[in-house]
């Protein structure tokens, strides 16, 4: 029986392949869009968003981090002109705000929460035509804040900062504080871009 099974096992991973060789031989991909999104968008227009806030390139991180989203996605063709689009997306970051979320006993910052926020539409280009809005939209973020707080084992530490084990020794509290920041920044608008891409996408 244990033989049985083992075939039928072995014969559904062959399928498997075969149907994905053929769906991509074919030039199939998956969409992440929803049916409520408009068939007749096929390219788009990131505009570079505008920074509402005191943190110096936020915006063109969040514009270059969403443009990324699209490329890897694949459902639509990023254009550098919106002239050439179907549709343009614009945005405003309101607010990018870091507050502190653990202490130790000591009084020492363990995690810190960054929380951004901001406005986005979709519209179609011809006609002008909104199709897609988001308004406050709000993404937070837990990253450390001191040495007590930093697992350099982590996969989380490892692919986020370019600090290594006996670095984080020598460091200060304060150096590693703002190298820490910087990394949980450039994750924090990966992230947000990832889950607005989704929302846009999924028109909610």
């Not at 409520?36 to 990131?46: A, E, L, R």
């Not at 990253?143 to 530490?157: D, I, K, L, M, N």
């Amino acid at each position: 029986m244990r033989e049985a099974l083992f075939k039928t096992v072995k014969c559904i991973g062959l399928i498997s392949g075969f149907v994905g060789l053929l769906l991509s031989a074919c030039g199939y991909q998956f969409s992440s869009r929803s049916d409520s999104f408009p068939k007749d968008i096929h390219t788009v227009y990131v505009e570079p968003f505008i920074n509402g806030t005191r943190e110096i390139g936020l915006d063109k991180e969040l514009t270059s981090a969403l443009r990324s989203q699209f490329f890897r996605r694949g459902d639509l063709r990023v254009v550098d002109q919106a002239d050439h689009a179907d549709a343009i997306i614009t945005g405003v970051v309101r607010a990018f705000e870091r507050h502190v979320a653990t202490v130790n006993r000591q009084d020492e910052v363990l995690q810190y929460e960054s929380a951004l926020t901001l406005d986005a539409s979709l519209r179609r280009r011809e006609p002008n035509q909104i199709l897609w809005r988001t308004q406050g939209t709000r993404l937070t973020e837990i990253h450390s804040g001191s040495r007590a707080a930093v697992v350099t084992t982590s996969s989380a530490f490892k692919s986020g900062t370019t600090l290594s084990a006996a670095d984080v020794r020598g460091f200060t509290d304060i150096q590693l504080t703002e190298d820490e920041n910087r990394a949980a920044r450039t994750q924090l608008l990966e992230t947000f871009a990832e889950e607005l891409y989704q929302r846009l996408m999924e028109m909610f």
